[in-house]
């Protein structure tokens, strides 16, 4: 008898599928195509002489602990320093003893679902929300209710309609996620009345609230709103960071800042997962970190970024069809385009490619099949003569289906009678 793998998966590697996206995320090799699919920092913004030099640093004067295993909370210094940041850069400070440092923002992530949601428990996402964060929670067994956005994020009413409807049904959900900052896809930032309304909302039904925050310091311009963290009084939000965005992905460190039960849970869950975070990571970050680094950089990343936006929306509002909708985001590395109802953004992809531009379509991140006329525009990556460039040959795919979709509900137009 041969070896037939498909009859050892579990009930949750059954569920598990290729996004949409990572498979369309493979054609995008080509040196020739211009790229605003992924969500990736620009390389050129990596603060390569300084990570160099911290390198050497770590190297030098920490090399027996920094290539050793490490406490699973973390490495001692570097919590420290993220809870004393949360509180001088965010007005959420916190103890040591709320800090856990995770593989990336996205192991946080996991690692609370893993610790608080049984198979079948119901989590509360905006729709659409992060795609990661869908397949987290799909792993996790966990029902998925999308609530309804409008151009402020999560619509509160939706939400209190959502828990009603549910505890109609006797059910209840525990967990509210939320990218109230610069969200992913939308780019959209939840202002303060409503992250107020939402943080009662969560109070009076008893949901905690995870608070995910990758692009939160990436603001470049309008005024900081007040994190979900720093309007909670009782340890109900969960806090995401991570330094992905901010410094460099491949470092995979990010943490979670939540109530010490939930830390001291999350610690035996990820000793199951990987131990400790790398080590050698976390050594670099905090050396980066106590050289006063890091602040300078996100300044320099911020005016790199910025440009890139205002290229991308200034291109946008020039050369896209007036019937196309986008965002202008104020921070973060996202618009968000909503093309007229009739059309269709997977549809147009592979037009858009053989034009040599590619996106990401945005039905994937809804929880309901919506959202096929969306997809989401990333700035930071591409370099800028070929943003305008990019948008161009959108704008011109965008224009020819719309004529297309014009002729066909108009047949006389194109002399078929
Ligand atoms: C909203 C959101 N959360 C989490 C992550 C994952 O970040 P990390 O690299 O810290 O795992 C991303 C990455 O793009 C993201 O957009």
């Not at 490495?75 to 400070?93: E, F, K, S, T």
């Not at 990987?274 to 990343?301: G, K, M, V, W």
Request: charged share 25%; glycine share 6%.
């Amino acid at each position: 008898m041969s070896f037939e793998a498909q009859s050892f998966l579990s009930s949750v590697a059954h569920r598990l599928r290729a996004s949409e996206i990572r498979e369309l995320l493979k054609l995008l090799d080509h040196p020739e195509m211009i790229s605003f699919a992924g969500g990736l920092p620009n390389p050129a913004a990596f603060p390569r002489d300084a990570i160099q030099e911290v390198v050497g640093h770590v190297m030098t004067s920490h090399a027996a602990e920094a290539l050793q295993y490490g406490p699973t909370e973390g490495h001692h210094r570097l919590r420290r320093a993220i809870a004393g940041g949360m509180g001088a850069r965010y007005g959420a400070p916190q103890e040591v003893d709320n800090i856990l440092i995770t593989t990336g923002s996205q192991q946080a992530l996991s690692l609370l679902a893993q610790i608080v949601l049984d198979p079948g428990d119901s989590v509360f996402t905006a729709n659409p929300t992060y795609l990661g964060a869908l397949l987290t929670f799909n792993a996790a067994s966990s029902r998925v209710e999308g609530i309804a956005c409008d151009e402020q994020g999560l619509i509160p009413e939706a939400l209190e309609r959502r828990i009603d409807e549910l505890a109609a049904a006797g059910a209840r959900a525990k967990l509210l996620y939320l990218v109230p900052t610069f969200d992913n896809p939308t780019g959209v930032t939840m202002p303060e009345d409503r992250r107020r309304r939402v943080y009662e909302i969560a109070c009076e039904r008893e949901l905690l609230i995870a608070e995910d925050d990758p692009y939160g310091l990436l603001r470049y311009d309008g005024k900081n709103v007040p994190l979900l963290k720093s309007i909670d009084t009782e340890g109900r939000v969960a806090y995401l960071g991570t330094f992905s965005k901010i410094l460099a992905p491949g470092f995979r460190v990010g943490w979670l800042a939540a109530d010490p039960l939930l830390i001291r849970k999350a610690v035996l869950a990820k000793q199951a997962q990987d131990l400790c975070t790398t080590t050698f990571s976390q050594y670099c970050i905090f050396e980066i970190i106590h050289d006063n680094a890091l602040f300078p950089h996100i300044e320099r990343i911020k005016s790199i970024y910025r440009a890139k936006r205002d290229l991308m929306l200034r291109a946008a509002e020039r050369m896209l069809p007036r019937e196309v909708r986008f965002s202008r985001p104020e921070g973060g590395l996202f618009l968000w385009v909503e093309l007229p109802p009739e059309l269709d953004a997977l549809a147009l992809l592979p037009k858009a490619m053989d034009r040599g531009v590619a996106y990401v379509i945005g039905r994937p991140f809804f929880t309901d099949d919506s959202g096929r006329n969306t997809f989401r525009m990333n700035f930071s990556y591409a370099s800028d003569d070929r943003i305008e460039e990019g948008v161009r040959r959108l704008a011109e795919v965008i224009a020819a289906a719309l004529e297309d979709s014009r002729a066909i509900e108009r047949p006389d137009r194109i002399g078929i009678f």
